[in-house]
């Protein structure tokens, strides 16, 4: 085998994922998109927001089933299983994720695109709930939001096929315990809190008390030095001194560390690498930016002239094309 093609954030652009995949070689037969000599690792978050969801979760769902891919837990798999799953007796929670209007908002496309498909959906469910958290694969590392070794060790002993149980999933809804931080890491990665009374109001249509934090800035000193996302903090918040707290807190993935590949942070325009040895891939697809790609062949010091993408168009919302597979 040749080597790994990492695809980032999909978000329902199910058509734009399989012109990515021809682009890449792989070709269609007997409904699995197959390249002789490669297979293909997805990043997470195949669903919620884009117009072809189904399409995107059954591409990747057969060829991980057919040995022709692997895939990583992205937090909005996670958000859907928490979703659906009864809250515990006791618990005064009709479901693990509590249906606000704020959560309802984010999986409301999927659950229309599913509503005629009631078996399929569940049988998606179910198989989300086999999606490892992190994956550690001939010398690279894949995990959706940020790779904390200390916390990867503590699940990998709870839990040695890196999957959640049950028992698992609902802790992690349980905010201060260990599930619910490792969850929280590995999947939506770190965040820093905003000065009370102050929110960024996102792209998005959110409005939110907290930034997304990178993790790979050895020594950072201000807000500055780690906040990656695309919004901006408001006003002259860049130059805000990290506190001790908030800097113990934050992971770090140092540049001896082997090749490291992440999605979830919305980057924007022309894919870069952030470091060395990490690349991270998801291109705000649904936003019509690019679905990307990241070809591994083995390097320990990645390239950007590795990456691979295609612009989401305006079209994604029109009907099927003919190379696209007619999974009804």
Same mark, same amino acid.
């Given at each position: 085998?040749?080597?790994?093609?990492?695809?980032?954030?999909?978000?329902?652009?199910?058509?734009?994922?399989?012109?990515?995949?021809?682009?890449?070689?792989?070709?269609?037969?007997?409904?699995?998109?197959?390249? &002789?000599?490669?297979?293909?690792?997805?990043?997470? %978050?195949?669903?919620? !927001? *884009? $117009?072809?969801?189904? /399409?995107?979760?059954? @591409?990747?769902?057969?060829?991980?089933?057919?040995?022709?891919?692997?895939?990583?837990?992205?937090?909005?798999?996670?958000?859907?299983?928490?979703?659906?799953?009864?809250?515990?007796?006791?618990?005064?929670?009709?479901?693990?994720?509590?249906?606000?209007?704020?959560?309802?908002?984010?999986?409301?496309?999927?659950?229309?695109?599913?509503?005629?498909?009631?078996?399929?959906?569940?049988?998606?469910?179910?198989?989300?709930?086999?999606?490892?958290?992190?994956?550690?694969?001939?010398?690279?590392?894949?995990?959706?939001?940020?790779?904390?070794?200390?916390?990867?060790?503590?699940?990998?002993?709870?839990?040695?096929?890196?999957?959640?149980?049950?028992?698992?999933?609902?802790?992690?809804?349980? &905010?201060?315990?260990?599930?619910?931080?490792?969850? %929280?890491?590995?999947? !939506? *990665? $770190?965040?820093?809190? /905003?000065?009370?009374? @102050?929110?960024?109001?996102?792209?998005?249509?959110?409005?939110?008390?907290?930034?997304?934090?990178?993790?790979?800035?050895?020594?950072?000193?201000?807000?500055?030095?780690?906040?990656?996302?695309?919004?901006?903090?408001?006003?002259?918040?860049?130059?805000?001194?990290?506190?001790?707290?908030?800097?113990?807190?934050?992971?770090?993935?140092?540049?001896?560390?082997?090749?490291?590949?992440?999605?979830?942070?919305?980057?924007?325009?022309?894919?870069?690498?952030?470091?060395?040895?990490?690349?991270?891939?998801?291109?705000?697809?649904?936003?019509?930016?690019?679905?990307?790609?990241?070809?591994?062949?083995?390097?320990?010091?990645?390239?950007?002239?590795?990456?691979?993408?295609?612009?989401?168009?305006?079209?994604?919302?029109?009907?099927?094309?003919?190379?696209?597979?007619?999974?009804?």
């Amino acid at each position: 085998m040749e080597g790994y093609d990492l695809i980032g954030d999909v978000h329902g652009c199910g058509a734009t994922l399989a012109a990515l995949l021809e682009k890449l070689g792989y070709h269609q037969r007997s409904g699995v998109y197959r390249h &002789p000599r490669r297979k293909v690792i997805f990043l997470g %978050d195949l669903i919620d !927001r *884009g $117009p072809r969801i189904r /399409l995107a979760v059954n @591409i990747a769902k057969r060829m991980v089933e057919q040995g022709e891919a692997y895939i990583v837990m992205g937090n909005h798999e996670y958000n859907a299983l928490a979703y659906t799953h009864p809250g515990p007796p006791g618990s005064h929670k009709r479901w693990l994720r509590e249906h606000t209007p704020r959560h309802n908002r984010i999986i409301q496309d999927t659950l229309e695109q599913y509503r005629d498909y009631t078996n399929e959906w569940e049988d998606t469910l179910a198989w989300f709930k086999t999606i490892p958290l992190c994956l550690e694969i001939d010398g690279i590392r894949v995990v959706h939001a940020c790779w904390d070794q200390a916390l990867i060790d503590e699940f990998k002993q709870r839990r040695p096929d890196q999957c959640m149980d049950t028992s698992f999933l609902v802790e992690s809804t349980k &905010p201060g315990t260990q599930a619910y931080k490792i969850l %929280d890491r590995l999947t !939506r *990665g $770190p965040h820093v809190s /905003l000065p009370e009374g @102050i929110a960024i109001h996102s792209g998005d249509g959110f409005t939110r008390k907290s930034f997304r934090a990178h993790f790979w800035a050895k020594d950072p000193q201000q807000w500055g030095d780690v906040v990656f996302q695309p919004d901006n903090l408001p006003g002259d918040l860049e130059t805000h001194a990290l506190s001790n707290e908030e800097r113990q807190q934050l992971s770090y993935y140092g540049p001896d560390q082997p090749p490291l590949f992440i999605g979830h942070y919305w980057c924007e325009g022309i894919p870069a690498l952030p470091a060395r040895n990490i690349a991270c891939l998801d291109y705000s697809a649904v936003k019509y930016g690019r679905l990307v790609a990241y070809r591994w062949n083995g390097e320990a010091t990645l390239n950007a002239d590795h990456f691979v993408w295609i612009k989401v168009p305006k079209e994604e919302r029109a009907l099927p094309r003919s190379w696209e597979i007619d999974f009804d």
